[in-house]
């Protein structure tokens, strides 16, 4: 049961472009569309922001995008806002487990 | 409107016993898997187990194995439990149950309840 890695912070300036990546195996994140993305905001709960590698539940912007190659997935915001600033965690999933990354604190400069 | 509330959570000593419940509304309970996820202060999101709809598909991560127990009313409650037993201090956290929803291929967690706080000290 061991966690996706996710590099612990990420930071970017109003405008630009940021990629959070989320490694695990090919018996998860490698494994056909086994990967969705959550965005978390201090004391509140996670709140999907991607599902199936790459798509956006309604009402999410598509300023949200993700990706996969291999057992690596990549979660991308483009034109960052200030509301972006939170914490990102990805999840997979085995036959027996859930997984989820360590989290990536974005901060936005 | 799909809602997802928790209870149960408070504190308690080191051995103690908890059960935490989740109410269910807005869909059809019995037709999804439920999970639990807890969040240790200042800590990212840890899985902590999973159900199917019809109660079977039971999995545990292995820091709660043996210790923890899930289980859902499917009839008048539609509730989801977690009777958690022999808890340590880094049992504390948040813990959130959460629907897993089966998409085109694949699961994930497309609800979330608000958490229900667990604090495990003398």
């Known amino acids: 049961q061991s966690a996706l890695t996710q590099p612990p912070s990420v930071s970017g300036s109003p405008g630009q472009s940021v990629t959070i990546s989320c490694t695990g195996t090919?018996?998860?994140?490698?494994?056909?569309?086994?990967v969705s993305w959550y965005q978390q905001s201090p004391g509140t709960a996670p709140k999907l922001i991607i599902y199936?590698?790459?798509n956006r539940p309604s009402g999410v912007p598509d300023r949200f995008s993700g990706s996969k190659s291999g057992n690596t997935a990549s979660l991308t915001i483009s034109g960052l806002q200030a509301e972006d600033e939170a914490d990102y965690y990805c999840s997979s999933y085995t036959s027996s487990s859930t997984l989820f990354g360590g989290g990536t604190k974005l901060t936005v400069l | 409107e799909v809602q997802l509330v928790e209870s149960g959570g408070g504190l308690v000593q080191p051995g103690g016993s908890l059960r935490l419940s989740c109410a269910a509304s807005g869909f059809i309970f019995r037709d999804y898997w439920m999970q639990w996820v807890r969040q240790a202060p200042g800590k990212g999101l840890e899985w902590v187990s999973r159900?199917?709809?019809?109660?079977?598909?039971?999995?545990y991560a292995d820091s709660v194995k043996g210790r923890f127990t899930i289980s859902r009313d499917n009839n008048a409650k539609d509730t989801l439990f977690l009777e958690m037993n022999s808890l340590r201090a880094d049992d504390t956290a948040v813990y959130y149950c959460a629907r897993r929803y089966y998409g085109s291929g694949s699961f994930y967690m497309d609800y979330w309840g608000q958490g229900t706080l667990v604090t495990v000290s003398s």
């Open positions: 090919s018996s998860d994140v490698g494994s056909y569309k086994r």
């Open positions: 199936e590698v790459s």
């Open positions: 159900i199917h709809g019809d109660g079977s598909g039971i999995s």
